[in-house]
């Protein structure tokens, strides 16, 4: 089967592109090699397959293991909205384990690393600051390369978020990460928490609430990549009514919620290099990339910058190869520009992933 792809293809000057035994390529193939086998036009709005690089299909919320049918289920619901990459940004289960031919490839970030009850109950493998370095090498070790380190959380005792972690700490464990070959990306809503990640050279902050200006630049300056996560973040006020005996954290994500949108568009002009990411797990058939997309759009982020950053722009970020001659192709198209009407993320006219059409 050969594809014909036609229209308007993101990322790439090229004007059309074919798909022949799974592989991209951009010079039109010998039709009559290629025998009697049929031609499959396919026109529209193109991109090189999306990265979501924070959805956790291999984490779970209980003591009790994942079964592995469970994790394809999450990457198959993936792989039909056109989702060719992933990065899992914590989970106990590497989603490799349920990995097949049509579905996305995996970035494992290993677990969760978080303090003593300082994360949400069995997500985490839980650590003391002395240990930082050595469990950041620990989850490296069963990774694709990046960790995940929760930067801060709600403190009972004190009843306000603050920053899990001494910046010495942090310092030592991305030295070590580093120096490993691997990166770090931190969780982080908090203020308080930005400074010492920026000192450490943390190389990813997810979520970013609570950047200022100058902090916002400075990561722009050292190509630090920021996931906004702007469908998690609208659930701040949900997080305050949960939080009642906690006024002080409760004011804080209520304030945060206020500026949503000033500073996502503060994130947008400070240059942010931004990557997408949906932070569903379980519930990725209700929510998911699709999603995220529309609620970054919705809250005015430009929609060419929402989508470059969820595909080519993304995967260039993370070294992942896009629009590759010769490479199993990546694709999704959309009949509507996503551009325009970002709505239209939600039904691609048509999906290959790793080479293997989906629909
Ligand atoms: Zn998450």
């Known amino acids: 089967m050969i594809v014909h792809l036609t229209g308007t293809l993101r990322g790439t000057d090229r004007s059309e592109a074919w798909i022949v035994d799974g592989r991209l390529s951009f010079t039109r193939p010998d039709v009559d090699s290629a025998g009697s086998r049929a031609v499959r036009e396919v026109s529209g709005y193109a991109y090189p397959g999306l990265l979501d690089v924070h959805t956790h299909p291999g984490l779970r919320r209980s003591p009790e293991a994942l079964e592995t049918s469970e994790i394809r289920r999450r990457l198959e619901i993936l792989a039909r909205i056109g989702v060719s990459d992933v990065r899992d940004s914590g989970g106990q289960h590497d989603p490799n384990v349920a990995w097949e031919p049509g579905l996305p490839r995996v970035i494992h970030c290993g677990q969760h ?7 949400e109950r069995y997500l985490a493998t839980e650590t003391e600051p002395a240990d930082l370095p050595a ?17 801060d959380w709600i403190d009972r005792e004190v009843g306000d978020m603050t920053p899990l972690w001494p910046r010495a700490a942090l310092k030592d464990a991305v030295a070590a990460v580093h120096e490993a070959g691997g990166k770090v ?58 939080a009642t005996k906690y006024p002080a954290y409760q004011q804080r994500m209520l304030a945060m919620d206020a500026q949503r949108r000033e500073h996502l568009a503060l994130m947008v002009d400070t240059g942010t290099h931004f990557l997408m990411g949906s932070d569903s797990a379980e519930d990725v058939g209700e929510t998911n990339l699709t999603d995220e997309l529309i609620c970054a759009v919705e809250d005015g982020m430009p929609a060419d910058v929402v989508m470059a950053a ?9 070294g992942l ?34 080479g293997h059409a989906i629909s």
């Open 113 to 119: 690393i978080a303090r003593y009850r300082r994360y």
């Open 135 to 151: 469990e950041a090498l620990r989850q490296l070790a069963v990774s694709g390369g990046w960790i995940k380190v929760v930067g």
């Open 185 to 242: 990306t931190v969780h982080a809503f908090a203020r308080e928490t930005i400074d010492d990640l920026l000192e450490a050279g943390v190389d990813g902050i997810e979520h970013g609430t609570g950047m200022t200006r100058d902090h916002l630049l400075e990561a722009a300056a050292r190509g630090i990549l920021i996931t906004p996560t702007v469908r998690q973040i609208r659930r701040f006020p949900e997080f305050a009514a949960s």
């Open 310 to 318: 969820a595909s080519y722009d993304g995967k260039r970020r993370l």
């Open 321 to 354: 190869p896009f629009w590759a001659e010769g490479a199993p192709a990546d694709v999704v198209v959309y009949l509507d520009d996503p551009e325009e009407n970002i709505a239209t993320v939600r039904t691609p006219a048509a999906v290959f992933i790793g």
